[in-house]
């Protein structure tokens, strides 16, 4: 198994709107869930604790295996939900680990 975590930093002029592009970030890779060969679970998470150093969003993600995590990279719902949030997203911060 391989974990996929991955956080991001969003845009937003004031924090209804930042909260808004976190949401929507949120729902579109939720949308995945039962889409993708190998993916095991998805969890996503919108930050609360709005300390500065914090990222907006958190996506944690378990897959069967690497070859299913790099399946999912180039899988055409998660390519379209990338395309959906194309300047949604102003950083991001990925780790893949794999687990015994």
Same mark, same amino acid.
């Given at each position: 198994?391989? =974990?996929?975590?991955?956080?991001?930093?969003?845009?937003?002029?004031?924090?209804?709107? =930042?909260?808004?592009?976190?949401?929507?970030?949120?729902?579109? $890779?939720?949308?995945?869930?039962?889409?993708?060969?190998?993916?095991?679970?998805?969890?996503?998470?919108?930050?609360?604790?709005?300390?500065?150093?914090?990222?907006?969003?958190?996506?944690?993600?378990?897959?069967?295996?690497?070859?299913?995590?790099?399946?999912?990279?180039?899988?055409?719902?998660?390519?379209?939900?990338?395309?959906?949030?194309?300047?949604?997203?102003?950083?991001? $911060?990925?780790?893949?680990?794999?687990?015994?």
């Amino acid at each position: 198994m391989i =974990k996929h975590i991955v956080m991001w930093n969003v845009r937003g002029e004031d924090p209804e709107q =930042k909260l808004a592009a976190a949401t929507d970030v949120k729902e579109r $890779f939720e949308g995945l869930i039962g889409q993708i060969p190998g993916l095991r679970s998805l969890e996503i998470g919108i930050d609360v604790s709005r300390v500065s150093y914090a990222c907006d969003v958190v996506l944690y993600s378990e897959f069967d295996d690497e070859e299913a995590l790099a399946a999912y990279a180039e899988h055409p719902a998660h390519l379209e939900v990338r395309k959906q949030l194309d300047g949604v997203r102003t950083a991001r $911060f990925q780790v893949d680990y794999p687990v015994k």
